[in-house]
């Protein structure tokens, strides 16, 4: 990863802090174009109930809208989480290039399991075994820790919800 890319994880990192403040799920993403313009971002939407609202999956279905297959090639996509399988078969099937995230997959289930949160539904699988030969890059180190942080306050927040409907 380039120095000059590290401002778009950071805004990965925002946006999965403003998903959180608005009661989601802390995921955030960015879409950049080879020349390094910000094309599109989003975050995770999932909190109404349509667990396919990930933002990885939005930016493909965008892409797929707005892009030329080799603008889409060139692209890349940053993000706060290692793509699940689902959002990970979107960019493979919209063409797109390179995926940088801050924490894998992996991490994420280290961390629901050290805050007694079942896994997810689906079972995470690496990106490149859903995208074989995908240019991957991940995790990132230096910005992991505040990832971590969005998940403990996001799971903090469900379980004292939780307990506040059963106490209420």
Known sequence: MAPDELPHLRRCVELAAEALADGDEPFGSVLVAADGTVLAEDRNRVAGGDQTRHPEFEL????????????????TVFTSGEHCPMCAAAHGWVGLGRIVYVASSE?????????????????????????PG???????????????????????????????????
């Open 60 to 75: 493909a279905r965008w892409a797929a809208a707005n892009l030329t297959p080799e603008q889409r090639a060139a692209a």
């Open 107 to 131: 991490q994420l289930l280290g961390w629901l399991a050290e805050l007694g949160v079942p896994p997810p539904p689906v079972r995470a699988l690496p990106i490149r075994d859903v995208v």
């Open 134 to 168: 995908l240019a991957v890059q991940g995790p990132i180190p230096e910005l992991a820790d505040q990832v971590h942080e969005l998940h403990r306050r996001h799971h903090r927040r469900d379980s004292r919800t939780e307990v506040d409907s059963v106490l209420g």
